[in-house]
T-cell receptor, first 116, second 113 residues
Framework: NAGVTQTPKFQVLKTGQSMTLQCAQD?????MSWYRQDPGMGLRLIHYSVGAGITDQGEVPNGYNVSRSTTEDFPLRLLSAAPSQTSVYFCASSWAWGQTSSYEQYFGPGTRLTVT | GNSVTQMEGPVTLSEEAFLTINCTYT??????LFWYVQYPGEGLQLLLKATKADDKGSNKGFEATYRKETTSFHLEKGSVQVSDSAVYFCALVTTDSWGKLQFGAGTQVVVTP
């Protein structure tokens, strides 16, 4: 049971390049989300999904796209990287809303992205 | 909207000292409250949680009590170890936020031998 996995661990991009951060979970969780972590700001929600085929925007969605074609995978796409997107990105998953344990989110190890 | 305020760090302590990290919140609706911990180079792990007023969450010697009257959820540990060095995040989720966690800024704790 691998939990939540993310690839790559580190990435350096030039301004304007695009890339996809991968996230997968093997716990059959319906809810998945992407956060970015910046110094002094905690974690901020980028996008989230409550099931395959359903996504919605979080607090800071601009510059990012997501899709959810399967329960397991929730990739995050940077369309045209900007230095302001330099951050550590975390993917998380949990059971769907309404179940007793739905509040506990399981986090991946993170992807550290630098945009030059 | 929802918000979480934590005391600023870093907090530097000697081993076996008492640790308190203050957390207060504002929320629409009825929140559940969490403490997450992030060890160096790792993702976040749930440390403890409380889902209703006066509940006490506890784990690994850490405790926090959900105080509705003061809108607080302070984290405490009676005797810290070097291995407790980490960043601690207070967070909440409300019934109308569809599982979206609202995090505080995090408090770095450094425990020295």
């Amino acid at each position: 049971n691998a939990g939540v996995t993310q690839t790559p661990k580190f990435q350096v991009l030039k301004t304007g390049q695009s890339m996809t951060l991968q996230c997968a979970q093997d716990m059959n969780h319906e809810y998945m989300s992407w956060y970015r972590q910046d110094p002094g700001m905690g974690l901020r929600l980028i996008h989230y999904s409550v099931g395959a085929g359903i996504t919605d925007q979080g607090e800071v969605p601009n510059g990012y796209n997501v899709s959810r074609s399967t329960t397991e995978d929730f990739p995050l796409r940077l369309l045209s990287a900007a230095p302001s997107q330099t951050s550590v990105y975390f993917c998380a998953s949990s059971w769907a809303w309404g179940q007793t344990s739905s509040y506990e989110q399981y986090f991946g190890p993170g992807t550290r992205l630098t945009v030059t | 909207g929802n918000s979480v305020t934590q005391m600023e760090g870093p907090v530097t302590l000697s081993e076996e000292a008492f640790l308190t990290i203050n957390c207060t919140y504002t929320a629409t609706g009825y929140p559940s409250l969490f403490w997450y911990v992030q060890y160096p180079g790792e993702g976040l792990q749930l440390l403890l949680k409380a889902t209703k007023a006066d509940d006490k969450g506890s784990n690994k010697g850490f405790e926090a009590t959900y105080r509705k009257e003061t809108t607080s959820f302070h984290l405490e540990k009676g005797s810290v170890q070097v291995s407790d060095s980490a960043v601690y995040f207070c967070a909440l989720v409300t019934t109308d936020s569809w599982g979206k966690l609202q995090f505080g800024a995090g408090t770095q704790v450094v425990v020295t031998p």
